[in-house]
């Protein structure tokens, strides 16, 4: 049976509160430009906003004049989003504290995981936002989902816990020897 090939995140739609609670944290927290609106073509009730991530991609937020901002984090069952990571530069990154802070957002601190450094918070309906930034880049030709993946391997051949600097420098180094060698690896 044939696979339904995706190749990449189109877009992403988030049930919002009201549009200006969107457009503040979409537009002025997380620096994402607001690029349209419309109606919910699905329902007549809301609109719905269009904003750029970054990498041309859109995360779009059903609004609704109706409803009111409800911070408490949203339901952790099985189905359900537990949180949104966005890739940020190493220089946003090291402002991410000083910045959330200025603006008296809560958030978790820098967080360790090995191949990135995370830092999350919440937006003002309690869906977890994380910010991440990778450790290391791709050597040229390759994607960071290509290294991690042979990072992976390496990780599991050797019976660590978690990538660490260690995998990611070894499968850097192999993925540039077998693009030199000829191998399509």
């Known amino acids: 049976m044939h696979k339904l090939q995706v190749q990449g995140v189109h877009h992403i739609t988030l049930n919002g509160a009201d549009r200006q609670t969107s457009i503040d944290f979409w537009e002025a927290v997380l620096g994402m430009p607001f690029i349209f609106e419309q109606p919910n073509l699905d329902n007549p009730d809301e609109g719905h906003l269009y904003f750029d991530p970054g990498d041309g991609r859109l995360i779009t937020i059903f609004t609704n004049e ?3 901002p409800d911070p408490r984090p949203t339901a952790r069952e099985p189905g359900n989003v537990h949180h949104i990571a966005f890739n940020v530069s190493r ?3 090291a402002q991410a504290v000083d910045r959330l802070d200025a603006r008296g957002i809560s958030h978790s601190g820098p ?7 995370s830092i999350y ?3 003002p309906l309690g869906l977890l936002i994380e ?9 040229t030709g390759h994607t960071h989902a290509e290294v991690l993946a042979e990072a992976h391997r390496i990780r599991v051949s050797r ?3 978690a ?3 260690i995998h990611l420098a070894d499968a850097i ?6 693009r030199h060698n000829g191998d399509s690896s």
Not at 131 to 139: H, K, T
Not at 173 to 178: Q, S
């Open 173 to 178: 180094e192999r993925l540039v020897e077998a």
């Open 66 to 68: 109706a409803r009111k």
């Open 121 to 123: 918070f919440r937006d």
């Open 159 to 161: 019976g660590d816990r």
């Open 91 to 93: 220089a946003v990154f």
């Open 111 to 117: 967080k360790d995981r090995g191949f990135m450094d």
């Open 131 to 139: 910010l991440a930034c990778y450790r290391f880049e791709p050597p």
């Open 163 to 165: 990538i660490a600097d």
